[in-house]
């Protein structure tokens, strides 16, 4: 069943128009069928009722229940030096299952904040494009940049990936029981050492990725990836 964004409601009759009506009209939808239709944090079971030149008008069959699989992941980002390649890393690890997305500053990461902030209207596009494909419960968040310095350790496990480290893979982290997990994942070239001590400090578990060192977008999906699926919590259906 194809998932639309609304713009307005009114009773029981959901809008869609603009570039969504678009996507309405690319993906034929005729009316009497069934579709999904999201707006204000919420998901409706929808018939698409009537269908003109600028709007689709959508009567709400009922609000659909949803869950957020667990654990939810808060992926801290180094901002690649390359801009453009969080495009990529918004899109994938809104697939694979991450909560939340902070971009991060470090040593070697790109360093213009306000280019960063210029980018997340872009990102949020591509996150609620992922939303709509891979059904997910709700859109990927994205939150203000943040210097490294100011990250803190404030879920149930804290890890960064580090490719130096020897003595702990991902598959050896014990998450029976972790409903929420940091996840900071350093720039082209890895993290600075005095910024892996200072993650130590905070309480963050160095692991790496097996068997080779990856790109820091390689890293992000496929760390988040593992940790959804190696979850010894039971994960709900997202829609029931």
Known sequence: MDRF??????????????????????????????????????????TLERLTKNRAFCLVEKELETSIPLPMITLY????????TMDFIVEKISEVGAFKLVP????????????????????RKIALASFK???????????EPIHLKNIKADADLSLFLDSFEKEKGIKDVKLDGVK??????????????????????????????????LRSETASILGVGLLMNISMLPMPTCLE
């Open 133 to 143: 494909q891979c059904k997910r419960p709700k859109p990927l968040e994205i939150e």
């Open 104 to 123: 991060v500053i470090s040593n070697r990461s790109f360093q213009n904040i306000q280019a960063i902030k210029k980018r997340f209207e872009r990102w």
């Open 5 to 46: 964004l609304g713009s307005k409601k009114s009773t029981n009759i959901i809008i869609i128009e603009n570039e969504e009506l678009n996507h309405l009209y690319a993906k034929r939808v005729k009316v009497g069928q069934k579709l999904e239709v999201f707006l204000e944090g919420k998901i409706y079971l929808c």
């Open 77 to 84: 980002q180094c901002v690649p030096v390359e801009l453009k």
């Open 180 to 213: 929420t997990i940091n996840l900071l994942v350093g720039p082209e070239g890895g993290l600075a050492i005095k910024e892996a001590e200072f993650l130590k400090s905070l309480g963050y578990i160095p692991v790496r990725l097996y068997p080779y060192i």
